[in-house]
């Protein structure tokens, strides 16, 4: 079973599609046997692969149904211009069961060496393709890190935003003068918030520095101390920074 595949390209009329046909007819002459009825894709509109050759594809469907089949074609660019869609069609057509491929320019094509260029083409895809795998595991990698020094700059940001509020907020007489009493009164946090009626978690941050306290706070705080702060020393703003 012969088969005969034509195609032509945008622009061609049907003179190429006899020219062509009667190119593969000489071809069957030659080894005496007659062509089956022609496949064949007038100005396809895309490829094999994208469904572009519908004629191309029921020629490798019935190659696929007739065992020993012969598939002529009047030259290897009808099948494809692109080397590798070319090599792929020829894989295509030897899986489908086709014995021999023929070219009217040619004669028998030896499909070995175009295999063997597929391969060679695929195994660069695939070294193409673990390259940018790794590629992209570097760049992972690197984002993470990134993710990772900003949020720990971040971090410190805060840290170092806080601690310059609090030495700002403890810098004044008042603030120095009030941690001083709250220290030499030998009474703990806790008592002295309960006694002035103040949130105890308020009174304990001021404490430790980490916030101000309202002049309403500050004065029930100064009343529940007897109302005496002890005099501000350049050694008291020191420790309470």
């Known amino acids: 079973m012969w088969i005969v595949y034509a195609m032509t390209t945008p622009g061609e009329t049907d003179d190429s599609v006899k020219s062509q046909l009667q190119a593969c007819d000489g071809v069957c002459t030659k080894y005496g046997t007659d062509p089956t009825r022609p496949f064949i894709d007038r100005e396809p509109a895309g490829t094999f692969f994208d469904g572009g050759r519908p004629y191309l594809t029921d020629a490798i469907a019935f190659a696929r149904g007739h065992s020993a089949s012969q598939f002529v074609v009047a030259t290897l660019d009808r099948l494809s211009d692109d080397v590798v869609d070319r090599s792929l069609i020829i894989a295509h057509l030897l899986a489908a069961g086709v014995q021999g491929l023929y070219t009217a320019r040619d004669g028998r094509i030896d499909p070995l060496p175009i295999i063997r260029s597929l391969q060679d083409v695929i195994r660069r895809l695939l070294v193409d393709v673990e390259q940018a795998r790794v590629t992209v595991a570097e760049l992972e990698d690197a984002q993470e890190a990134l993710k990772r020094n900003l949020s720990e700059s971040r971090d ?78 350049a050694a008291d703003s020191l420790d309470s920074s």
Request: aromatic share 4%; with cysteine; proline share 6%.
């Open 156 to 233: 410190a940001l805060q840290r170092r935003t806080v601690e310059i509020q609090a030495l700002g907020r403890q810098s004044s007489p008042l603030s120095v003068s009030l941690l001083s009493a709250i220290r030499l009164c030998g009474r703990s946090v806790n008592a002295i918030a309960k006694a002035a009626q103040v949130p105890q978690p308020v009174l304990h941050r001021f404490v430790k520095g980490e916030r101000g306290i309202s002049l309403k706070t500050a004065d029930k705080v100064f009343a529940v101390l007897g109302g005496y702060l002890p005099p501000v020393t």
